[in-house]
């Protein structure tokens, strides 16, 4: 079993839909959760952080991280076309240096 | 642009043979990653260093090495190359390496190997 799991999808979404990316996770000593953005052949770029629980928001994005299932998401409001991408998961724990990262999922948003 | 930079973008090399790739981090970061990205396997962590010295080490195949420089830039080695090591190569930079640090990638450089 992975330690983080991620559906690599495609997912394809009509624009201006509320996009739910979900990553869940098996070691409960993970505290830093992350969500990372890659637009095809680039580098990823950090899009939301989250320490422990709870639900961060950032505009449109809105990390969710719940503890208790293991589970981290991400909601996308007001899907655009630009936001087709590949979304990563990456965690780690307080006395981690390196990330434990998701597959990724391809999320395809159509105008 | 996350301010970090790597060279060369795209390498072209034959099986066999050795190359070298270079990371610049962002100004006052001093922590550099290294990881492998194929098609068919996601983003692969390999090493990490801090401030010169090796930290974390991950699935880093023996014909590759990694070093961080005095003045902070960071390269990584990849010998006798097969057709598998194709793949993009990123590098991320952070302030301290701390579990409470981010990370900011690089464009990454593409290696194929033919």
Same mark, same amino acid.
């Given at each position: ?111 | ?27 006052? +970061? &001093? ?6 990205? @194929? $098609?068919?396997? *996601?983003?692969?962590? #390999? ?23 005095? +003045? &902070? ?6 010998? @006798? $190359?097969?057709? *598998?090591?194709?793949? #993009? ?24 190997? &033919?």
């Amino acid at each position: 079993q992975k330690e983080v799991e991620q559906d690599p999808g495609p997912l394809s979404v009509p624009e201006g839909a509320i996009v739910s990316l979900n990553c869940t996770y098996s070691n409960s000593a993970f505290q830093y959760f992350m969500w990372y953005r890659q637009y095809s052949r680039k580098g990823p770029e950090l899009l939301m952080y989250t320490y422990s629980s709870g639900n961060k928001e950032d505009g449109r994005f809105t990390a969710q991280v719940d503890k208790s299932s293991k589970y981290i998401s991400l909601f996308i409001r007001d899907s655009q076309p630009s936001d087709s991408a590949t979304y990563l998961c990456a965690t780690r724990g307080d006395s981690n240096y390196q990330l434990i990262w998701g597959a990724g999922t391809k999320l395809i948003i159509k105008p | 642009d996350s301010g970090v930079t790597q060279t060369p973008k795209h390498l072209i090399t034959a099986t066999g043979q050795r190359v070298t790739l270079r990371c610049s981090p962002r100004s006052g +970061d &001093l922590s550099v990653y290294w990881y492998q990205q @194929s $098609l068919d396997q *996601g983003l692969q962590f #390999l090493i990490q260093y801090y401030n010169g010295e090796e930290r974390a080490k991950g699935n880093i195949l023996e014909r590759f090495s990694a070093q961080q420089f005095p +003045d &902070l830039h960071s390269e990584l080695n990849l010998s @006798s $190359l097969e057709l *598998g090591d194709s793949a #993009l190569y990123f590098c991320a930079s952070s302030r301290a390496g701390s579990g409470a640090d981010t990370q900011y990638f690089g464009p990454g450089t593409r290696l194929t190997v &033919l």
